[in-house]
Nanobody, 114 residues
Framework: QVQLVESGGGLVQPGGSLRLSCAAS????????MNWVRQAPGKGLEWVSA????????YYADSVKGRFTISRDNAKNTLYLQMNSLKPEDTAVYYC???????WGKGTLVTVSS
């Protein structure tokens, strides 16, 4: 069955960096777009970024453009999100989601605070 497992979250100071990973299994990872979506405490879901199946094209929400970088390693069935210049408003649970968002991981918490 499809499994998506996020990791790499934690507590970081404003201006710091984190790299999230999402290990995928149960489907042909290299055939699907992948997404990162986040949910801040008490708020709704916010789409963050997407990457096409081959990795050559990426998309970002305006709120993270220029600070976050999405990438993937199809040989390792893994999706990444490099987050730099983190702000307190980036605090959220970050989820990876397959393709049309038919499958989601359980998320990893990122807390940006001094």
């Amino acid at each position: 069955q499809v499994q998506l497992v996020e990791s790499g979250g934690g507590l970081v100071q404003p201006g710091g960096s984190l790299r999230l990973s999402c290990a995928a299994s149960g489907f042909t990872f290299s055939s699907y777009w992948m997404n990162w979506v986040r949910q801040a405490p008490g708020k709704g879901l916010e789409w963050v970024s997407a990457i096409v199946s081959g990795g050559g094209v990426t998309y970002y929400a305006d709120s993270v453009k220029g600070r976050f970088t999405i990438s993937r390693d199809n040989a390792k069935n893994t999706l990444y999100l490099q987050m730099n210049s983190l702000k307190p408003e980036d605090t959220a649970v970050y989820y990876c989601a397959k393709g049309s968002m038919d499958y989601w991981g359980k998320g990893t918490l990122v807390t940006v605070s001094s």
